[in-house]
């Protein structure tokens, strides 16, 4: 097992053993979510999950957290602020619109940021703000944004991907994670129709070297450049 591993399954192990069901959960559903595992990891995540699944529901862990509690979530730990990113996505975020807005120019987790941006451009927030990435800023209208499920070259890209890859229903789904994680974390751009094709093709590359299946993205290629 690799040290990174390691790491992972001693910090779900402590969340739970702390009374942190949710964010244990939720950082399994992070791993789980990845283009590829190791067959004994996926088999630790799942035997881990049950057992946060069953804190959570013994012990009563679950709470409604308030708001302020999740906004300061967004200055703890990567997994804090995931978690906070999440449950904040689905409550309004304009009575919270000046503490986002600072969080976004402090550098965010991109992940966290992603899911935060996302929901602003869902909820149609007519603020501006900035977000810092990699040291470069990007100021945006909250309205102007197009959320993922809306961008007209991720869906695009995401139906070409059955004909690219073919009968190959594991690559498939790796593929598809890969497609969405680049687009939430290429927010607040969103990618238009004529990108599709090369952003599925860059998601089944990535997805061909993890399976060291080259031969998948040679096709996948050659229907691209037929098209062309």
Not at 36 to 50: D, H
Not at 61 to 87: C, F, H, I, N, W
Not at 123 to 144: L, P, S
Not at 192 to 200: C, P, R, V, W
């Amino acid at each position: 097992m690799s040290g990174y591993y390691d790491e992972i399954l001693d910090e779900i192990r402590q969340l739970t053993k702390n009374g942190e069901a949710d964010e244990a959960l939720f950082l399994i559903r992070k791993e789980m979510a990845m283009p590829y595992i190791p067959p004994e990891i996926e088999q630790e995540l799942r035997k881990l999950q049950k057992d946060a699944v069953y804190a959570k529901t013994d012990k009563k862990t679950s709470y409604e957290r308030s708001e302020d509690e999740l906004l300061s979530m967004l200055k703890g730990r990567p997994v804090s602020q995931l978690t906070a990113a999440q449950q904040l996505s689905d409550r309004n975020l304009r009575g919270c619109s000046e503490e986002i807005r600072a969080y976004l120019r402090e550098d965010p987790l991109p992940e966290a940021a992603a899911l935060l941006i996302d929901a602003i451009a869902e909820q149609e927030i007519q603020e501006e703000f900035i977000i810092v990435k990699d040291g470069m800023e990007y100021t945006f209208w909250g309205d102007a944004v197009t959320p993922v499920s809306k961008s007209s070259g991720f869906r695009e890209a995401l139906g070409m991907l059955d004909e690219l890859i073919g009968k190959d229903p594991a690559m498939l789904e790796m593929a598809r994670s890969v497609l969405v994680h680049q687009a939430y974390l290429y927010l607040p751009l969103s990618y238009e129709t004529e990108e599709a094709s090369y952003i599925a093709l860059e998601a089944i590359r990535q997805v061909s070297e993890l399976m060291d299946d080259g031969e998948t993205y040679r096709r996948a290629e050659q229907i691209i450049h037929a098209r062309s």
